[in-house]
């Protein structure tokens, strides 16, 4: 009931400032990868925290296992924090990369939607990072794309994909998807031009 009513809240404040909810995502889904795009502004974290919140979705962030111990933990659990450590397990063993430590998180945790940002920063960039695609395929998990257009002032999840192994073909139709949303500066958003051709 509690969780009903935030819900409620997040939507009708979200309603208020004339944005339309966009409600794409799968009562039933679990586990996923999920892309927050375009990151253009701050304003971006407010409506999508307000649009996942209505959706009812609990999104996880992952951050430096040493941010988990007091005085920073609680507050960092309680915004979605959850901790990784990359370092070794035993003497003689590799550094896990981010992409392992990551896809192992959806084997320990039955219910997990990990947030990620793949442009990295609020600047234009023209190529993103594309590990979550490889998490998300060694998982087994789909991608979740989650977005703010603030020209059609349109804020959720738009679409579910579930990768292929087609590396090409799916980065081309997350891209695909992206290229259509209007950020709120446009000057500083680029879809990943290694998978996305306008003509």
């Not at 996923?32 to 649009?51: E, G």
């Not at 959850?82 to 590799?94: C, F, L, N, T, W």
């Not at 609020?122 to 590990?131: A, H």
């Amino acid at each position: 009931m509690v969780h009903w009513v935030f819900e409620k809240l997040a939507e009708q404040s979200l309603n208020l400032m004339g944005w339309k909810l966009d409600n794409h995502w799968p009562q039933d889904l679990a586990q996923c990868v999920m892309i927050a795009a375009p990151h253009t502004s701050n304003w971006d974290a407010l409506y999508a925290r307000l649009a996942l919140k209505a959706l009812g979705v609990n999104v996880r962030l992952t951050i430096k296992d040493s941010y988990m111990k007091l005085p920073f933990g609680p507050f960092v659990r309680a915004m979605g924090g959850i901790g990784i450590d990359r370092s070794p397990k035993a003497e003689g063993e590799q550094r896990l990369s981010m992409v392992e430590v990551m896809t192992n998180l959806f084997k320990e945790h039955a219910k997990l939607v990990m947030l990620v940002t793949p442009e990295g920063t609020r600047s234009k960039q023209e190529q993103w990072k594309t590990g979550f695609y490889h998490v998300a395929l060694n998982a087994g998990v789909p991608i979740a794309l989650a977005y703010m257009d603030y020209e059609k002032k349109k804020t959720g999840v738009g679409k579910i994909v579930y990768p292929t192994g087609d590396y090409e073909k799916d980065m081309a139709e997350i891209m695909q998807f992206y290229a259509q949303i209007s950020p709120k500066f446009p000057e500083d958003f680029s879809v990943d031009r290694r998978y996305y051709s306008a003509e």
